[in-house]
């Protein structure tokens, strides 16, 4: 059992200078942390809920943006695709290639991902069953990619409202074989529930964090702003960035326990 | 209110003598019962359980078949879509283009959906309230298009099951503006319910027909099959071709009597 | 299959006058439309979501007037128990002993109502699956009361929200072998969802109600006041008084042709 | 925040010898360990799946090795009681009454248990949501009593199967402000999973016993048997006695952090 990794950082590409701001700020928190840093964030938001918000850079600005992260700050990067087109693109710049939830069963954006030989981090629908992610794995590694993540951000509970398993964790990794990664943002996410955005509720990612990472996970994703509420997406699930120190080191230390380094 | 419209034909187009085939005889019954027949089949499942599971004929193959069906039938078709390149393509020779629940919310799909100027059908995801479809539809009507369809085809209830909540079916109604159809075949289905692929309880196909009938709908959209046990993809959903005419009669009489023509 | 019948009446007995006068105004009714009625209200409201909300008339009080109802009236009465020690008193008087969802696996209150040879009439916890009520009923019928009904209510579905699976009618009808009710006032209530009393959304009572009459039933129960608004518990979901004619008159029309005698 | 307490022992008290076993080995375990210790096990399961199954000793033989117990092995006691009748005999001789999920929102039962002055520990119902037990907790202090345990045992989740939604922990607490227990035990059942009887998965006890602990509660309750498949009730979710030791040794470690008195 590695210890615990953190995949963060805001939820859309805003601007060259706010993703270098965010990222250099987490590499900083983590090299004091002494914890592995994945920097995660979007180029486009291709499933708002409404056509008229905000959907990021697009993918043509943003990839410089990400070569310069990865070159300048020495830190590995993660961003979502959503068709088979943009995965080749993509991962010439980003280490990981992110499939969303939404479209954790189309097969030919599974493949397109698995064939640049990438690390690919599914996140699970939240209409699947934690053991039918086997299948979505299958997909990818059955296409010669071994280099799979799998990640629980939430599971439909009743109309606008997720509920976080946390059995899924465990069941997910011994039927997947692959590390489990929990997304706290998104676990709080109330889809749809503000009229034409979704809500969310910040106050419950440490909550869920911490109840994720005492059952035992890969690593733990956190979308992190400097100042959520102006966030143009996913503002009330984020984090802000001055409090991820403390959330995090307070996370390693029930990781220790989990993983019996420290118990 | 219109008189019901049946939305029916096999899950997958299998071959061109088998849709024309289907196609021959559900409109030879739909002629006899007087109700308003829409012609479909998936020239691609791309989200399949698994990825060794048949996907279909393809859309170059699919897209003669679907001409002919029209011109020598007179039945309008409909298929579904799965990335924005195929919308235009498609429209050239089908009717209604659907868009898949689980892509309901991607943005660059409805657009392109849209812009083809055909009637759009999109179904509802089972992680959607049915009040969150108003977004789904301003989408597409935003984009100059007022011609759309709104599907009921379950909401995520646990794992591995559906249910039909009949309360969607007006609210849909109210929030949307637009016709509302029932899909009581996929309202069957257990997602992943059988391991590698996904079950269906065939029995239950009638049962929510009727109920979403009596309620007031605007079609029921019904996958059949000559012999439904060896269909490649949803055979424990789909109804056996042999049993349709007495059931869509007796839709059509509760029908009747929800539109108060008849009660 | 036996024709629809109506489980009807107030959802608390205020007063002697006011059942009377209900009844009396439902006995009309359903004497003029051609159907069986049996009138239902309760003496005591035994699981309020507050301490302080009103409960009803007490059990002493209430038994003379059902006995009053059923012998002015000539209808029979139905009532719901809350404790063992209530069956046989309440027996005396009423023709159908109510066990409510919540208590619904409580067995000694289940085999004092059998005990008493009356009629019982089960509601499905909102916990419970449609086919693990064959063990409730199984409950009454091995202690040697054949006479049992069983009543779909709603299914917990998230917080605060219920869903109606119409596929439940069927699953209980067969596993059970017992006649099946559906509560249309229940399964549109919101639990707790107005902070210290239960909310519901009257509007959706017809719906459910065709719903579930097609889908065929034996009975349709529903609580109905002259008032709601003003009515001490369940006024959200009970439907007017004034309306049930037409409603009742509709749902019958559905029942003919779920039975096939009109189709 | 005190430190973690431990309500534990068998399901049922299947005899006087065997209830002696098991509380004597918990007092050994737990005086190791250092973390406070109240017994539980119940006199009458009266709710059982099936009314065949084995039901406990009853309440007369019951009440003495309560206070056996209590006396011999000076560790205090809980079990819970079914009706009103019970609470005054019951709270002679144990130190904490509780309610049954399913009775949570019974009101007379949970009149008479606040008037013994008893503590009183009520499970919040599978049906109900977390800040709807805020009502439930106001029935017990208004009638004077103040000391109230309120306990997550699962919220339903489809058909068959609970879910641990870990928001409702800080929820409760902050919004009946009571101590909030988790009861790891029967938040692993699956309801009437069995046919007629309900299952459960032993193996997620420490899943979610960890969970809840990390999150921050103050006591967990864990059901223990010196050989669960041989139990004759919920074999499935207890844990084995030999077992408890390190499990509890690690919760508590977690709770170190939890609480910062470690971390």
Known sequence: DLPLALIAGPCQMESRDHAMEVASELVAITDRLGIGLVFKTSFDKANRTSASAARGMGLDA???VFAEIREKLGVPVLTDVHDAGQCAPVAEVVDVLQIPAFLCRQTDLLLAAAATGRVVNVKKGQFLAPWDMKNVVAKLTSAGNPD??????????GYNTLVSDMRALPIMAE?????????????????GGQGTSSGGERRFVPVLARAAVAVGVAGVFIETHPDPDRAPSDGPNM?????????????????????????
């Not at 039927?175 to 889809?191: C, L, N, R, Y």
């Not at 001055?242 to 118990?263: H, N, T, Y």
């Open 62 to 64: 943003a990839l410089p």
């Open 148 to 157: 799979v993540l799998v990640t629980e951000r939430g599971a439909s509970f």
């Open 175 to 191: 039927t997947t074989g692959a590390p489990v990664i929990f997304d706290a943002t998104h676990s709080v996410q109330q889809p």
């Open 239 to 263: 984090a802000p960035l001055s409090q991820m120190e403390p959330l995090v080191r307070e996370l390693m230390a029930f990781d220790a326990i989990a993983k019996r380094r420290g118990g």
